[in-house]
């Protein structure tokens, strides 16, 4: 019986994960899965080795690591190609569920590679719902590699770009992805935080467009952006004291 009983408990919590990584349950719903659950490792390597032998619920935790990274590098692209006419989470919700049902094609083996490999699916959906908006029926490969290759650059941006500017060199030789820690640092801002700070560093706006885009003074935007620099700093230094 206390077999079965543990069985039941593993089935259970591998599919609570999958569903919180695939949408079906609410990402603020984790919570109540972690506390009714025993304690589950968080690193991304050892979940990524576990998810590679096939542990359902392990691939479930380890995409859902991502959420606001690539919610964030979505959320650029649609500004630039779909004029917010999508819904970034759409995006990601979409892009989990082709890693979960191709994960057995993935040949990587660290945290690096699995991001490369994700930004790829996300770029195809990407590029998929483009097309749609525009009313084209063939795939364009060559869209496609443009937008890889965006988000890339994206990704780049927030490791040499951003994250050099809140993180001590200490904290940038973590084994960690720099991107993956700043974009979940981003989401935990106010609105308009994480706002100045996508404009100014990450579409690489001078002040007077950022202002003009906010509906802001140009003196206004400057303290708005040393304010959440600053913040996110402090949310910087308290997730590498974390890991």
Known sequence: MEIHRRHRVRMGKSLAYAAVSLGFIRPDHQMTIDRECSPMVADPQTLLDRARTGDGEALGRLLD???QYLG????MQIGRRLQGKLDASDLVQEAFLDAHRHFADFRG????????????ILAAKITDQWRR???AKQRDVRQEQAVVADLDRSSALLTVGLAASVSSPSQQASSREQAV???DAL??????YRDVLILRHLEGLPFPQVASRM????DS???LWLRALGRLRELMGAAHEST
Do not use: F, I, M
């Open 221 to 223: 935007v400057e303290k």
């Open 133 to 135: 908006y525009l009313g």
């Open 65 to 67: 690591l991502y959420r």
């Open 181 to 183: 820690l700043l974009a």
């Open 215 to 218: 509906g802001r003074s140009v």
């Open 109 to 120: 083996t660290n945290e690096s590679q699995l991001l490369r490999w994700l930004r790829r």
């Open 72 to 75: 964030l590098l979505a959320r």
């Open 187 to 192: 989401s935990r801002l106010p609105d308009h």
